[in-house]
Nanobody
């Protein structure tokens, strides 16, 4: 399984970006997908997650500003980010959980940098 993230870049405060993460390989056992982010000197934190059935959850800091979605036919997960703030600056990583009971494994994309300038 390989994850390819894209869509990061430099944006001004209040702007928007849309991240994409395409999953390839043995995708039939992919269940939950998520976006995490890591700012310099800080741990990697969950931003948003989405189950195979479409249930979503968000970090408090991004709720109402970010929207996670997935296109199962395209094996792609998206993160629409609106009203961006300087504190959203981080490397964003997509995550996919592969499950074949009793085995589960988390796959990670390479990360895409989002920089929000004030």
């Amino acid at each position: 399984v390989q994850l390819q993230a894209s869509g990061g870049g430099l944006v001004q405060v209040g702007g928007s970006l849309r991240l994409s993460c395409a999953v390839s390989g043995n995708t039939s056992s992919i269940t939950d997908m998520a976006w995490y982010r890591q700012a310099p000197g800080k741990p990697r934190d969950l931003v948003a997650g989405i189950s195979s059935g479409g249930s979503t959850n968000y970090a408090v800091a991004v709720k109402s500003r970010f929207t996670i979605s997935r296109d199962n036919a395209k094996n792609t997960v998206y993160l629409q980010m609106n009203s961006l703030k300087p504190e959203d600056t981080a490397v964003y990583y997509c995550n996919a959980r592969w499950v074949d009971p009793p085995i589960s494994y988390d796959y990670w994309g390479q990360g895409t940098l989002v920089t929000v300038s004030s």
